[in-house]
Protein backbone atom coordinates (compact mmCIF):
# COMPACT_ATOMS: atom_id res chain seq x y z
CA UNK A 1 0.00 0.00 0.00
CA UNK A 2 0.71 3.79 0.30
CA UNK A 3 3.37 4.98 2.38
CA UNK A 4 6.64 6.80 3.23
CA UNK A 5 9.52 6.42 4.70
CA UNK A 6 11.72 8.76 6.44
CA UNK A 7 14.95 8.63 7.91
CA UNK A 8 14.71 8.04 12.14
CA UNK A 9 15.74 10.88 14.36
CA UNK A 10 16.96 12.89 16.28
CA UNK A 11 19.56 14.49 13.82
CA UNK A 12 21.48 16.86 15.54
CA UNK A 13 23.60 19.00 13.86
CA UNK A 14 25.88 22.16 15.00
CA UNK A 15 24.43 25.79 13.49
CA UNK A 16 26.13 26.26 9.69
CA UNK A 17 26.16 22.19 9.23
CA UNK A 18 24.75 20.89 6.14
CA UNK A 19 21.30 19.15 6.82
CA UNK A 20 20.04 15.96 4.95
CA UNK A 21 16.34 13.98 5.70
CA UNK A 22 15.87 11.11 3.21
CA UNK A 23 12.60 10.55 2.33
CA UNK A 24 11.31 7.53 0.10
CA UNK A 25 7.80 6.67 -1.02
CA UNK A 26 5.48 4.34 -2.51
CA UNK A 27 2.57 5.25 -4.25
CA UNK A 28 0.32 4.59 -6.88
CA UNK A 29 0.11 6.95 -9.59
CA UNK A 30 1.46 9.87 -10.01
CA UNK A 31 1.63 11.73 -6.56
CA UNK A 32 2.52 15.31 -5.58
CA UNK A 33 5.27 15.77 -2.73
CA UNK A 34 4.91 17.85 0.39
CA UNK A 35 7.36 18.58 3.16
CA UNK A 36 5.70 19.53 6.58
CA UNK A 37 7.29 21.36 9.85
CA UNK A 38 6.20 21.26 12.54
CA UNK A 39 8.02 23.40 15.26
CA UNK A 40 8.20 23.10 19.07
CA UNK A 41 4.58 24.05 19.98
CA UNK A 42 2.69 24.67 16.78
CA UNK A 43 0.97 23.14 14.37
CA UNK A 44 2.12 21.79 10.63
CA UNK A 45 3.11 23.48 8.42
CA UNK A 46 3.82 23.38 4.81
CA UNK A 47 7.48 24.07 3.81
CA UNK A 48 7.37 23.14 0.04
CA UNK A 49 6.25 20.89 -2.53
CA UNK A 50 6.53 19.29 -5.75
CA UNK A 51 3.93 18.33 -7.96
CA UNK A 52 5.87 16.68 -10.97
CA UNK A 53 8.94 14.56 -11.78
CA UNK A 54 11.99 16.44 -11.37
CA UNK A 55 10.67 19.47 -9.91
CA UNK A 56 12.49 21.13 -7.24
CA UNK A 57 10.76 22.98 -4.16
CA UNK A 58 12.35 25.78 -2.04
CA UNK A 59 11.53 27.92 0.51
CA UNK A 60 13.35 29.50 3.91
CA UNK A 61 16.65 28.05 2.21
CA UNK A 62 15.29 24.54 2.01
CA UNK A 63 15.27 22.25 -1.53
CA UNK A 64 13.76 19.33 -2.37
CA UNK A 65 13.57 17.44 -5.91
CA UNK A 66 10.99 15.16 -7.05
CA UNK A 67 12.96 12.29 -8.24
CA UNK A 68 10.69 9.89 -9.87
CA UNK A 69 12.99 7.16 -10.79
CA UNK A 70 14.14 6.45 -6.94
CA UNK A 71 10.69 7.55 -6.01
CA UNK A 72 12.50 10.19 -3.59
CA UNK A 73 12.45 13.51 -2.00
CA UNK A 74 15.04 14.28 0.12
CA UNK A 75 14.94 17.28 2.06
CA UNK A 76 18.19 19.52 2.22
CA UNK A 77 19.54 22.78 3.35
CA UNK A 78 23.53 24.17 3.12
CA UNK A 79 23.67 26.12 6.42
CA UNK A 80 21.09 25.00 9.51
CA UNK A 81 20.17 27.29 11.88
CA UNK A 82 19.24 26.92 15.93
CA UNK A 83 15.72 27.66 14.52
CA UNK A 84 15.16 25.38 12.40
CA UNK A 85 14.86 22.59 15.23
CA UNK A 86 11.49 21.35 14.69
CA UNK A 87 10.10 17.71 13.31
CA UNK A 88 10.14 17.27 9.48
CA UNK A 89 7.46 15.31 7.77
CA UNK A 90 7.43 14.10 4.30
CA UNK A 91 4.27 13.29 2.43
CA UNK A 92 2.18 13.19 -0.75
CA UNK A 93 -1.10 13.12 -2.29
CA UNK A 94 -1.71 10.53 -5.09
CA UNK A 95 -3.03 12.06 -8.41
CA UNK A 96 -6.62 12.82 -8.47
CA UNK A 97 -6.51 11.81 -4.72
CA UNK A 98 -7.14 14.67 -2.05
CA UNK A 99 -5.54 12.65 1.73
CA UNK A 100 -1.52 13.35 2.84
CA UNK A 101 0.05 10.30 3.40
CA UNK A 102 2.66 11.17 6.06
CA UNK A 103 6.04 9.51 6.99
CA UNK A 104 6.73 9.49 10.82
CA UNK A 105 8.44 12.37 11.09
CA UNK A 106 12.09 13.06 11.51
CA UNK A 107 13.58 15.11 14.66
CA UNK A 108 15.94 17.80 13.83
CA UNK A 109 18.20 19.56 16.82
CA UNK A 110 20.10 22.21 15.80
CA UNK A 111 23.21 23.68 18.34
CA UNK A 112 25.24 26.18 18.65
CA UNK B 1 -8.27 35.12 12.44
CA UNK B 2 -6.97 33.74 9.37
CA UNK B 3 -5.80 30.17 10.31
CA UNK B 4 -7.75 26.97 11.07
CA UNK B 5 -9.04 26.73 14.69
CA UNK B 6 -9.84 23.99 16.64
CA UNK B 7 -11.06 23.75 20.05
CA UNK B 8 -10.27 22.17 22.54
CA UNK B 9 -7.11 22.72 22.45
CA UNK B 10 -6.32 19.94 25.34
CA UNK B 11 -9.36 17.51 26.51
CA UNK B 12 -9.53 14.54 28.84
CA UNK B 13 -12.16 12.15 29.58
CA UNK B 14 -12.91 9.06 31.05
CA UNK B 15 -12.90 5.78 29.36
CA UNK B 16 -16.49 5.01 28.16
CA UNK B 17 -17.21 8.88 28.05
CA UNK B 18 -18.22 10.21 24.84
CA UNK B 19 -16.05 13.60 23.40
CA UNK B 20 -16.66 15.88 20.40
CA UNK B 21 -13.95 18.06 19.07
CA UNK B 22 -14.38 20.97 16.95
CA UNK B 23 -13.05 22.25 13.67
CA UNK B 24 -13.29 25.53 12.08
CA UNK B 25 -11.52 26.15 8.70
CA UNK B 26 -10.18 28.97 6.71
CA UNK B 27 -13.46 30.88 5.56
CA UNK B 28 -14.13 29.74 1.57
CA UNK B 29 -12.15 26.79 1.93
CA UNK B 30 -14.02 23.96 0.47
CA UNK B 31 -12.38 20.70 1.60
CA UNK B 32 -11.55 19.61 5.36
CA UNK B 33 -9.76 17.04 6.42
CA UNK B 34 -9.41 15.38 9.85
CA UNK B 35 -6.17 13.42 10.92
CA UNK B 36 -5.08 11.36 13.86
CA UNK B 37 -1.46 11.85 15.28
CA UNK B 38 -0.26 9.19 17.91
CA UNK B 39 2.84 10.09 19.58
CA UNK B 40 5.72 9.82 18.11
CA UNK B 41 4.06 9.29 14.71
CA UNK B 42 3.21 10.84 11.52
CA UNK B 43 -1.01 12.20 10.71
CA UNK B 44 -3.21 9.81 9.44
CA UNK B 45 -5.61 10.35 7.58
CA UNK B 46 -9.66 9.77 9.00
CA UNK B 47 -11.88 11.59 6.97
CA UNK B 48 -12.59 14.08 4.28
CA UNK B 49 -15.45 16.70 3.64
CA UNK B 50 -15.83 18.82 0.14
CA UNK B 51 -18.38 21.34 1.33
CA UNK B 52 -21.27 19.58 3.56
CA UNK B 53 -20.79 15.97 1.88
CA UNK B 54 -18.36 13.48 3.24
CA UNK B 55 -16.87 11.95 0.21
CA UNK B 56 -14.25 9.90 1.83
CA UNK B 57 -14.49 8.50 5.76
CA UNK B 58 -12.27 5.18 5.09
CA UNK B 59 -9.56 6.26 8.12
CA UNK B 60 -11.90 6.35 10.64
CA UNK B 61 -11.02 3.45 12.71
CA UNK B 62 -14.26 2.04 14.15
CA UNK B 63 -18.28 2.65 14.14
CA UNK B 64 -17.66 5.00 17.29
CA UNK B 65 -15.80 7.65 15.16
CA UNK B 66 -18.35 10.12 13.58
CA UNK B 67 -17.76 13.69 11.75
CA UNK B 68 -20.05 16.08 10.07
CA UNK B 69 -20.25 19.17 8.50
CA UNK B 70 -23.53 20.02 8.48
CA UNK B 71 -23.50 23.74 6.95
CA UNK B 72 -20.38 22.85 4.84
CA UNK B 73 -18.13 25.09 7.23
CA UNK B 74 -17.46 23.79 10.89
CA UNK B 75 -16.94 20.33 11.11
CA UNK B 76 -17.17 18.27 14.50
CA UNK B 77 -14.87 14.92 15.05
CA UNK B 78 -17.65 13.06 17.75
CA UNK B 79 -16.06 9.62 19.17
CA UNK B 80 -18.51 8.04 21.53
CA UNK B 81 -17.37 5.42 24.28
CA UNK B 82 -13.76 6.36 24.27
CA UNK B 83 -10.87 3.71 24.71
CA UNK B 84 -7.49 4.39 25.94
CA UNK B 85 -6.14 3.90 22.76
CA UNK B 86 -8.25 6.59 21.04
CA UNK B 87 -5.72 9.15 22.84
CA UNK B 88 -3.67 11.51 20.45
CA UNK B 89 -3.41 14.91 18.75
CA UNK B 90 -6.99 15.46 16.56
CA UNK B 91 -5.68 17.63 13.82
CA UNK B 92 -8.27 19.55 11.45
CA UNK B 93 -7.10 21.07 7.79
CA UNK B 94 -8.83 23.03 5.30
CA UNK B 95 -7.61 23.61 1.25
CA UNK B 96 -9.32 25.83 -1.11
CA UNK B 97 -10.48 22.57 -3.00
CA UNK B 98 -11.70 22.91 -6.98
CA UNK B 99 -7.89 21.56 -7.61
CA UNK B 100 -6.42 18.61 -7.15
CA UNK B 101 -3.45 18.81 -4.73
CA UNK B 102 -4.26 22.52 -2.94
CA UNK B 103 -1.81 22.77 -0.19
CA UNK B 104 -3.70 21.93 3.38
CA UNK B 105 -3.63 24.38 6.11
CA UNK B 106 -3.54 22.78 9.64
CA UNK B 107 -5.42 23.58 12.87
CA UNK B 108 -2.94 23.41 16.02
CA UNK B 109 -4.37 20.37 16.99
CA UNK B 110 -6.79 18.86 19.91
CA UNK B 111 -4.89 16.75 22.27
CA UNK B 112 -7.16 14.08 23.37
CA UNK B 113 -6.17 11.94 26.55
CA UNK B 114 -8.44 9.08 27.47
CA UNK B 115 -8.40 8.12 31.23
Known amino acids: ???VTQMEGPVTLSEEAFLTINCTYTATGYPSLFWYVQYPGEGLQLLLKATKADDKG?????EATYRKETTSFHLEKGSVQVSDSAVYFCAFVTGGGNKLTFGTGTQLKVEL | GAGVSQSPRYKVAKRGQDVA????????????FWYQQALGQGPEFLTYFQNEAQLDKSGLPSDRF??????GSVSTLKIQRTQQEDSAVYLCASSRGGEVNQPQHFGDGTRLSIL
Open chain 2, 21 to 32: LRCDPISGHVSL
Open chain 2, 66 to 71: FAERPE
Open chain 1, 58 to 62: SNKGF
Open chain 1, 1 to 3: GDS
